[in-house]
């Protein structure tokens, strides 16, 4: 068994044997990261998203990846990686793909990592959990621009009942899987979530002496509850940015950025920093959920933004075809069989 995969195995038998597991960040990082992010969307976002019970919502289903876990071997061995990307100080992930070269989907990763000696279960697969759930909440978000508009505009009383109907539903939809973004993207801004030193520095080369002892839990979950509050992570996000780049590059290089953070988290553990009570811990920790929280803000922007050019329902429509009449919005959501 390699050392993930006992460190899987052990960390699911902690799950079962608790009816609160810990996961990464902790309840309190991937609340604050949820619900700082959607208190700073931009205006021009839908008004649900931005009400009081949307941010409180997508803050407490931020943390439902995890508390999903134990539900059964064949749904660990299926989900849990998607929480971590395994990244060697070379820059690959095990050996196979450059995190800044990532295969376009799943199917070809795998390929990649078995040409390496490896697999996705071993090595990860955060990158995809990020890329997969955006691109579902692009969806989410053209169906919604479309049933928003047919509440609107419809004349037929029964149609126009259930369009408002499915909008609740989708809206619902919606906050679902923001909050399952929220979650990976907050896992993509702990350092130890992108590397093969995730609980202590892993075999091999340690020049600067690093602790092998476990720094995992201690990190994320015990120095964010007694150090880190919801105005710290606030203060600690950057300024909007939702301009340059596909997603896929934005994607690798945020989860870059938190890769390169990986020494220096080990150095301020080296120098007492995650003790008890010292703020160098806290003020770290803080920084790293602040880039999750601004992060989380500007990928649902960028999905906002690119649901105007999807594609939806069936018979497929684009967006802008159904905003401008052109299209039976109807027949294409109701569905004909």
């Known amino acids: 068994m390699t050392r993930r995969l006992a460190a899987i195995a052990a960390l699911l038998a902690i799950t079962l044997a608790s009816p609160q597991p810990a996961g990464a960040w902790g309840a309190s990082g ?9 208190e700073a969307l931009p205006p021009d976002l839908p008004a649900f998203l931005r009400s009081p019970s949307g941010i409180a919502d997508v803050g407490e289903l931020s943390r439902e990846p995890d ?9 660990s061995i299926s989900l849990d990686s998607g929480h971590f990307l395994d990244v060697l100080d070379d820059g690959t992930v095990m050996g196979g793909p450059r995190l800044e070269a990532m295969p376009p989907d799943r199917e070809a990763y795998e390929t990649a990592l078995r040409a390496a000696g490896t ?13 997969e759930t955006q691109q ?11 049933l928003d508009h047919a509440v609107r505009t419809e004349r037929k009383p029964d149609r126009k009942a259930w369009f408002r109907a499915d909008l609740r539903r989708r809206e619902a939809l919606v906050l679902q899987t923001i909050g399952r973004l929220s979650h990976y993207v907050a896992d993509g801004s702990q350092p130890l979530h992108v590397t093969h030193h995730y609980n202590g ?5 340690n020049p600067e002496g690093f602790t092998r002892e476990r720094i995992h839990s201690r990190f994320e979950g015990e120095l964010v509850a007694a150090g880190v509050r919801l105005t710290d992570v606030r203060s600690a996000m950057p300024p909007p940015g939702t301009d340059g780049g596909g997603l896929e590059a934005r994607i ?23 003790a008890p009570g010292d703020p160098r811990g806290a003020a770290f920790a803080s920084a790293r959920l602040g ?20 594609r939806v329902g069936w018979p497929e429509m684009t967006v802008e075809d159904a905003l401008a009449g052109r299209a039976d919005i109807w027949t294409s959501f109701y569905g004909k069989d």
Request: glycine share 14%; aromatic share 12%.
């Open 136 to 146: 579902q909440l692009t969806k989410d978000l053209a169906m919604w621009r479309v």
């Open 201 to 205: 520095w892993a075999e091999g080369p």
């Open 30 to 38: 991937h609340r604050m990261v949820g619900i700082a992010a959607m």
């Open 291 to 310: 880039a999750g929280a601004g992060a989380l803000r500007d990928f649902v922007a960028l999905a906002w933004k690119a649901s105007l050019g999807s």
């Open 67 to 75: 508390r999903s876990k134990g539900s059964g071997r064949a749904h």
């Open 119 to 131: 697999n996705a279960w071993k090595a990860g697969w955060l990158y995809y959990a990020i890329l």
């Open 252 to 274: 690798a290089a945020y989860l870059g950025v938190a890769w390169k953070e990986v020494p220096g988290l080990y150095r301020l553990e080296q120098a007492g920093g995650l």
